[in-house]
């Protein structure tokens, strides 16, 4: 299979769960001028009031000024690869069989489809599950 793999920083802030609260931090990286391929937002039920957004990727010394500037973050705890290749019926459960197989934990998984390409982001605990996954995945 032709994968496209690699280790992604994954930026996390905090936000406020209220109309807004996302479009507002949003709004600060376009005008920095972040070309963002993911983001993910959700509250946090052990926050009232509170939300987490999740971006990749965030490059140069413009972009990332202004993420902190708004309470972004490289995720410490979680480690991420980025997988894109052609989609087919079952790619997910396959890509997640094989790290199953090498006894990776998955943090988080996300997957989506764009006509006939799929891109996953797979969030595990470590560098070295990180590094071991992609090993694993290049070759799928």
């Keep these: 299979m032709d994968l496209l ?6 930026w ?4 406020e769960d209220r109309p807004g609260g996302l479009a507002q931090v949003l709004a600060t990286l376009r005008d920095a001028g972040a070309d963002l391929q993911s983001i993910i937002a959700r509250r946090t039920p052990e926050q009232p ?27 410490a705890s979680q480690h991420c690869v980025r997988v894109m290749g052609p989609d087919r019926p079952g790619i997910a459960a396959e890509l997640t069989q094989k790290l199953a197989d090498a006894r990776i934990d998955l943090r988080g998984f996300s997957a989506s489809v764009i006509g006939p390409q799929f891109v996953a982001y797979v969030a595990v605990d470590s560098l070295d599950d990180a590094n071991k996954a992609i090993e694993i995945l290049q070759k799928a």
């Design 5 to 10: 793999v690699e280790r992604v920083d994954v």
């Design 12 to 15: 996390a802030a905090t936000i």
């Design 49 to 75: 009031g509170k939300g987490v957004v999740f971006v990749t990727p965030l490059q140069g010394d413009r972009e990332i000024r202004a993420a902190a500037q708004v309470g972004f973050n490289v995720t």
